[in-house]
């Protein structure tokens, strides 16, 4: 339950699923989206590097944002293969994923790497979304709260903002697996975030809105949209499917 005037956030995670036959996706996520809705959330689709700029082009007019994957930290350079903050702007991206536990899984990205992306996410005007969360074996163990702590203290950069920052929540074992935390789970871990951006950021840190991610459904939503302090979902798989991703926006229908 988004509050402190905090707007809920509907993001989709394409990761490495979609080719330009999936700009009809796009389209029928843009034309399903009453203006009521897109009066109280916002929207945002993040499409593999390759379809960005198809998909501003297909939201064009319309208040859905788009945006990347992932960044390389610098602005350009002898990168191969790597794409920067710059070009996703230069595109009309809006937002970028910084430290995806996919990203830190099998591209070996660590807390500071994150923390420099989310620095160029900002340089170039993006708004990062830096994602934390714990494996099911640390949560065994009793620290999933220390270790997302961890990852947004290193991760987060000094003075963010709204405006340039915010935060998700996806426990790395629910994600694409149908399992989620409880209720009170999720609330346990987004009250601790919450009230280390309260220290960092003061008033700025009440106003980052911190999503919750890991097997979103339409049928889950709005019990999870309803946990206190989670103000929006970044959605994976769901997000493919133009009426699961609606069915999630509409968990936030009046
Ligand atoms: O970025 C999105 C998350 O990894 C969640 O994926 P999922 O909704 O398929 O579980």
């Known amino acids: 339950m988004a509050s402190e005037g905090r707007r809920p956030l509907v993001a989709g995670n394409w990761k490495m699923n979609g080719l330009r036959s999936s700009i009809a996706t796009v389209e029928a996520i843009r034309d399903g989206l009453s203006p009521q809705l897109l009066a109280d959330i916002d929207v945002l689709i993040c499409p593999p590097a390759t379809l960005v700029s198809a998909?501003?082009?297909?939201?064009?007019?319309?208040?859905?944002?788009?945006?990347?994957?992932?960044?390389?930290?610098?602005?350009?350079?002898?990168?191969?293969?790597?794409?920067?903050?710059?070009?996703?702007?230069?595109?009309?991206?809006?937002?970028?994923?910084?430290?995806?536990?996919?990203?830190?899984?099998?591209?070996?990205?660590?807390?500071?790497?994150?923390?420099a992306k989310a620095l160029g996410a900002r340089r170039a005007g993006l708004r990062g979304i830096i994602c934390v969360g714990e494996t099911m074996e640390e949560r065994q163990q009793g620290r999933a709260l220390d270790i997302v702590r961890a990852q947004l203290a290193i991760g987060i950069p000094k003075g963010a903002t709204a405006e340039d920052t915010v935060i998700a929540y996806e426990p790395v074992w629910a994600i694409g697996s149908g399992r989620t935390p409880t209720p009170k789970e999720i609330a346990e871990v987004h009250a601790s975030l919450r009230e280390m951006l309260d220290k960092m950021a003061g008033t700025e840190g009440a106003k980052i809105r911190i999503l919750y991610g890991g097997s979103v459904k339409p049928g889950n939503a709005r019990e999870l949209m309803a946990v206190e302090n989670v103000d929006g979902a970044l959605v994976g798989g769901a997000s493919l499917v133009a009426e699961d991703f609606l069915g999630i926006c509409r968990a936030y229908a009046k």
């Open 55 to 115: 998909c501003v082009e297909a939201v064009k007019g319309s208040p859905i944002a788009i945006g990347g994957q992932n960044l390389h930290a610098r602005p350009n350079g002898a990168f191969t293969g790597s794409i920067s903050a710059e070009m996703f702007a230069d595109l009309g991206a809006s937002y970028v994923i910084v430290g995806h536990s996919e990203r830190r899984a099998y591209h070996y990205e660590t807390d500071d790497g994150v923390h």
